[in-house]
């Protein structure tokens, strides 16, 4: 079973605090994806990486960052938290075999900021 | 900009009732449109990959169709554990994702 995981199930922090958001998978997919999911607007694309050291903004890419140093994880830095980025955070993986695409997702971060 | 919508927002059904969801489409350059199951407070369960019009893929009560500009998601005498969201997705080429608001499914027994 293809398994994605995320650091933290719920966090809080402070606004202005540098917050670390870690995303592993055990499959050895290449491709790796940020989504944050917000009532009323739906899962939105912060960033994606097809390769290590690899990484393309998404649609809403400002505010954050990312890193990819190796293939099995892919980490989401918030540089200094504000209170709009209270979110569901959520991790992907994908594999593409054969001609398919298949798109795994981790249970998700809820984080607050205060 | 490639967007996706979902119809209807919410849907009560019978135990049993069949019925369809819709995902419509707009995308440049269609990758692959995805429909995934969410329960509350978790993440999306991965259900289909279509990429071609005329595309239909099953699994269980499940099945999903795929034409130039929607998709449905048919729904055959479901059961009440049938009961999540089902977010709809396209990626492009440029290999960006647009995911739906979804729709929201309750199953009364």
């Known amino acids: 079973d293809v398994k994605v995981t995320q650091s933290s199930r719920y966090l809080v922090k402070r606004t202005g605090e540098k917050v670390f958001l870690e995303c592993v998978q055990d499959?050895?997919?290449?491709?790796m994806f940020w989504y944050r999911q917000d009532p009323g607007l739906g899962l939105r694309l912060i960033y994606f990486?097809?390769?290590?050291?690899?990484?393309e903004k998404g649609d809403i890419p400002e505010g954050y960052s990312v890193s990819r140093e190796k293939k099995e994880r892919f980490s989401l830095i918030l540089e200094s938290a504000s209170t709009n980025q209270t979110s569901m955070y959520l991790c992907a993986s994908s594999l593409t075999a054969g001609g398919e695409e298949t798109q795994y997702f981790g249970p998700g971060t809820r984080l607050l900021v205060l | 900009e490639d967007q996706v919508t979902q119809s209807p927002e919410a849907l009560r059904l019978q135990e049993g009732e069949s019925s369809s969801l819709n995902c419509s489409y707009t995308v440049s350059g269609l990758r692959g449109l995805f429909w995934y199951r969410q329960d509350p407070g978790k993440g999306p369960e991965f259900l289909f990959t279509l990429y071609s019009a005329g595309e239909e893929k099953e699994k269980e009560r499940l099945k999903a169709t795929l034409t130039k500009k929607e998709s449905f998601l048919h729904i055959t005498a479901p059961k009440p554990e049938d009961s999540a969201t089902y977010l709809c997705a396209v990626r492009s080429n440029a290999g960006k994702s647009t995911f739906g608001d979804g729709t929201t499914l309750t199953v009364k027994p």
């Open positions: 499959m050895d997919h290449e491709n």
């Open positions: 990486s097809y390769d290590v050291k690899m990484k």
